[in-house]
């Protein structure tokens, strides 16, 4: 059976450096390997000069009988302009420790991040007008995509890792970015910190307390909202009217749930406060959510990911001949007329030789039942409950007759006798993802 194997997000910086001294140390009791993770994110100068320290610190560590080795892994590409260099630093740094991680065979992967570190966190996300959940910072442990990321020294003091660095004699790289005014936290650091704790000498401790308590404070949020959610979403989507029924508060935490359920992420506050107000309303609505798009219809709030669907190439077609079963393609539509052949309920080919396509103007009538008076198509659409979203497509006529409506299908009054040879249409967006055997 082989060893249990650990991982350490390893900088060669100091706190990584003695977080990776402390779990070898233990692990040759345990009869663990440990293995060093380094990424190279290829922004400093220094950074060959980085990797090849934690090559050596890792080769002597091991030549002196701990049970170490690294692993580096460099981040493709540089960040686009006007994107946050720290943002794409985090999120490949991130990406690069889960993959070195998973060929190692190590699920789980331990980060130095300290008491300072979780203070930090909070007075920025205060700064940045967070809610709860930002001033929880960084918990202690979280499950992502089969890794396990911990922070064993989440409690401990900075002044406690500088001591073991002296006791045991540790080298380490200093990243000279720290310096740098340009980012937020290197700025609290330098300018308010200092003074910070001038002032109040238990900031970093009071800190870090405080952010322990939003982090429960976040559980119980989530718990209410999941109670909240079993009674107004299902799988057709949000439910309205039980959710209107809310107080105020617990209506902002459900929607904030459901939204990151959907989305994956926290949705911006701006949009939940623009959703808190609109949704009380009536009718079709729909709100765009990065890469989705939320809609209102029937009481339901759902949302779906977008598809991307190209720019016609050429103006919407105003004609269309059909001879035959099979797919007639739109571009500038956006779609395609697929013609079906069926025994009944469908129009004579006579009728489709000559096709006029045309946009929605004002007045048009359509019967959609025998024995029903033909109404238009505002009120077809509402009967059938089809949002505005829905409607799209090309009115198709003939000899000056409405005949195929995308959505609520072929008016009756055209429709084929028995035993006459008859094709039905149907219309199907390009983006669509239902089959259209």
Not at 15 to 31: E, K, V
Not at 68 to 96: F, K, N, T
């Amino acid at each position: 059976m082989s060893a249990p194997c650990v991982a350490v997000a390893y900088s060669a910086g100091r706190d990584s450096t003695a977080l990776l001294h402390a779990t070898a140390r233990q692990a040759a009791l345990d009869g663990a390997q440990v293995v060093a993770l380094h990424v190279h994110h290829g922004l400093s100068p220094q950074a060959d000069a980085w990797l090849a320290h934690a090559e050596a610190q890792c080769t002597g560590w091991a030549e002196a009988g701990l049970p170490v080795r690294l692993m580096h892994r460099r981040l493709e590409g540089q960040p686009a302009p006007g994107d946050s260099i720290e943002a794409w630093a985090r999120e490949g740094r991130y990406r690069a420790l889960r993959q070195m991680a998973l060929e190692a065979g190590a699920t789980l992967v331990l980060l130095a991040h300290h008491r300072r570190d979780q203070a930090e966190t909070l007075l920025l996300q205060a700064l940045r007008g967070a809610g709860v959940a930002g001033l929880s910072g960084m918990p202690r442990e979280a499950e992502r995509e089969g890794i396990t990321w911990q922070r064993p020294w989440l409690d401990q003091p900075r002044e406690a890792i500088e001591l073991y660095i002296r006791t045991h004699a540790l080298t380490h790289v200093e990243d000279d970015s720290n310096a740098d005014p340009r980012f937020a936290r290197n700025r609290l650091r330098l300018a308010v910190w200092p003074a910070l704790t001038d002032t109040f000498a238990q900031a970093e401790a009071a800190l870090a307390a405080a952010a322990g308590w939003a982090q429960e404070a976040t559980s119980c949020l989530q718990e209410l909202a999941a109670l909240d959610l079993a009674h107004c979403s299902t799988e057709e989507g949000l439910r309205l009217t039980p959710w209107r029924q809310l107080s105020a508060p617990r209506r902002s935490n459900a929607l904030r749930a459901w939204l990151r359920q959907h989305t994956g992420a926290a949705a911006p506050a701006s949009l939940i406060i623009r959703l808190l107000s609109e949704l009380d309303a009536t009718g079709s609505a729909r709100w765009p959510c990065g890469a989705f798009t939320l809609r209102r219809h029937r009481g339901v709030l759902t949302c779906q990911a977008d598809t991307p669907a190209a720019a016609p190439a050429v103006a919407p077609e105003t004609s269309l001949c059909i001879t035959r079963a099979g797919r007639y393609k739109l571009p500038g539509w956006g779609g395609v007329i697929v013609a079906r052949r069926v025994q009944e309920g469908g129009t004579p080919l006579a009728w489709l030789s000559h096709l006029e396509l045309r946009h929605r103007s004002g007045g048009e009538q359509f019967q959609a039942e025998i024995g029903r008076p033909a109404r238009s198509l505002k009120k077809q659409f509402q009967a059938a409950g089809l949002a505005a979203w829905e409607r799209d497509g090309p009115l198709v006529f003939s000899g000056g007759q409405l005949m195929f409506v995308p959505g609520l299908g072929m008016d009756v009054r055209i429709l084929a006798l028995p035993g006459q040879p008859q094709l039905r249409l149907a219309w199907a967006p390009t983006t669509t993802d239902t089959p259209l055997a």
